[in-house]
């Protein structure tokens, strides 16, 4: 248990559907990030929300849509996605200082997501 | 850009053999290094950082330095067990772009009894 949840843990959707990712961290960290994970390639970084505020969005398309309400939830709306969207969906948590790589701490991550399109 | 290199797997071996997982790094400045584990069906967990020239990072057996010279952090351990059966990610935090880790593409690891 690393103190971040995501739900659901697997989704199957159709390309037309319009479907939501949930994720909760309960370690007060001040940052939370969407990574996907396909097999085979590396990690990749959808996004970045630093006191709620988006800092960074890799080049996602915007079929993608993120939301942070609070410091503690983390959102990712989908919305007619394509096949080629399947992954693993993981989210993290990590108590950023200043924007010196030599201060980032560790990131904790979620089980993740499956995410099955039809 | 910064970048993170590792060995390609499946890495296959009986249970007590020596473990080397290759990683090296491209980056223009001082990154941070980590090397985090993936369980079956789990996300990823931090298995161990060094965060300058010449840290060693240690846990669970595992240990890694971090080698400024030749711009690595191989991961070893002298004996591994059934239970270390995972992917291993080497990741750097990134001093350039806007990422801020930068992970490898993962090797999996199986430990045969």
């Known amino acids: 248990e690393t103190g971040v949840t995501q739900t659901p843990r697997h989704l199957v959707m159709g390309m037309t559907n319009k479907k939501s990712l949930k994720c909760e961290q309960h370690?007060?960290?001040?940052?939370m990030y969407w990574y996907k994970q396909s097999a085979k390639k590396p990690l990749e970084l959808m996004f970045v929300?630093?006191?709620?505020?988006?800092?960074e969005n890799n080049s996602v398309p915007s079929r993608f849509s993120p939301e942070c309400p609070n410091s503690s939830h983390l959102f990712l709306h989908l919305h007619t996605l394509q096949p080629e969207d399947s992954a693993l969906y993981l989210c993290?948590?990590?108590?950023?200082?200043?924007?010196?790589?030599?201060?980032?701490?560790?990131?904790?991550f979620g089980p993740g997501t499956r995410l099955t399109v039809l | 850009g910064d970048s993170v290199t590792q060995m390609e797997g499946p890495v296959t071996l009986s249970e007590e053999a020596f473990l080397t997982i290759n990683c090296t790094y491209t980056?223009?400045?001082?990154?941070?290094l980590f090397w985090y584990v993936q369980y079956p069906g789990e996300g990823l967990q931090l298995l161990l950082k060094?965060?300058?020239?010449?840290d060693k990072g240690s846990n669970k057996g595992f240990e890694a330095t971090y080698r400024k010279e030749t711009t690595s952090f191989h991961l070893e351990k002298g004996s591994v067990q059934v239970s270390d059966s995972a992917v291993y990610f080497c990741?750097?935090?990134?001093?350039?772009?806007?990422?801020?880790?930068?992970f490898g593409t993962g090797t999996r690891l199986k430990v045969l009894a």
């Open positions: 993290a948590s990590s108590q950023d200082g200043l924007r010196d790589p030599r201060f980032y701490n560790e990131q904790f």
């Open positions: 370690l007060g960290h001040n940052a």
């Open positions: 929300y630093n006191f709620k505020e988006q800092t």
């Open positions: 980056a223009t400045g001082y990154p941070s």
């Open positions: 060094a965060t300058k020239a010449d």
């Open positions: 990741a750097l935090s990134a001093t350039s772009g806007t990422y801020k880790y930068i």
